[in-house]
């Protein structure tokens, strides 16, 4: 019932700060620019999923909300959203799973330069119900336009949206026996922790249980961060290095056939991974 990702929402104090360091570190050009309730948007489209840069617009509820998350919390990860082909089935069965879904609604947005119109159905799970993060699903009317390369070597998809818990058990039964996504991993470490690794589409959400990290809420999970593909994991440093990211060295990856680095800037304050994943032999 869920088809994969379509998009993560950063909240940003500044969106055009916000919408720089993301060119800056994708590669690529905004896709959508709008504004309303409270908020102006940055939409960067990849080939399997959106990041949605949100900042407060206003002196309204809804921006004195976005404020005060931004004063708490600091910049980085607010929600997900789920893509789903049929989202009055999608409803019925959040419902039956005790989410206790929003109603059904429809939205719809304007971008600001090209005055295309883009419009979706959506719901949301209650935050209660799912273990602390903001879970939307929607239906979309028509594909985003992609964001453009911008610069050389740009990031071209999602490999992973990081999650950390602090109750394995109860977070795998949320994504797995009741939202439905298949495990493709689990896996326990000295060092990392317990990895628990969920496809949806063909990027995957990620479940880490790290028991040093403290202080630990067994009740709240938390968005934490974000892996990114990319083709050639060189051209990328050399790329952030002189834009002045900061980034460590590349270094291998614990799957066989990646390499990776670790992104130290211009995130938003997001952790941020960037891996290169080798090409498979030919049978």
């Known amino acids: 019932m869920i088809t994969g990702l379509d998009h993560v929402v950063v909240l940003v104090r500044d969106i055009a700060a916000g919408a720089t360091a993301y060119e800056t570190l994708l590669a690529r050009a905004p896709a959508w620019r709008s504004s309303g309730d409270g908020a102006d948007r940055v939409l960067f489209t990849l080939d399997n999923m959106t990041v949605e840069l949100m900042a407060p617009s206003g002196d309204g509820a809804a921006a004195n909300r976005i404020r005060e998350v931004i004063a708490e919390q600091g910049e980085g990860l607010a929600s997900i959203a789920f893509r789903t082909n049929d989202i009055a089935k999608m409803h019925r069965r959040l419902d039956r799973l005790a989410l206790k879904p929003e109603p059904v609604t429809q939205a719809e947005s304007r971008d600001t330069i090209s005055g295309g119109m883009l419009s979706w159905r959506r719901t949301r799970a209650a935050t209660s119900a799912t273990r602390g993060v903001r879970l939307f699903f929607l239906e979309l009317a028509g594909e985003r336009p992609l964001s453009t390369p911008s610069a050389a070597a740009p990031i071209t998809a999602l490999d992973h949206v990081v ?8 977070a795998a039964a949320l994504y797995g026996a009741r939202l439905g996504l298949d495990m493709a991993l689990d896996r326990s470490h000295s060092d990392w922790g317990q990895l ?25 999970d938390r968005l934490w961060g974000l892996s990114w593909r990319i083709a050639d994991i060189d051209a990328t440093r050399a790329r952030l290095l002189s834009a002045g990211v900061d980034v460590s060295d590349v270094r291998a990856g614990r799957k066989p056939g990646t390499r990776v680095l670790t992104v130290r800037s211009g995130t938003c304050g997001i952790p941020t991974l ?10």
């Open 196 to 220: 628990m690794f969920f496809r949806c589409g063909d990027l995957i959400v990620e479940i880490v249980h790290r028991p040093g990290d403290q202080p630990v809420d067994k009740t709240r």
């Open 274 to 283: 960037l891996v290169e994943r080798s090409a498979r032999p030919a049978s």
């Open 163 to 170: 999650i950390s818990t602090g109750d394995p058990e109860r």
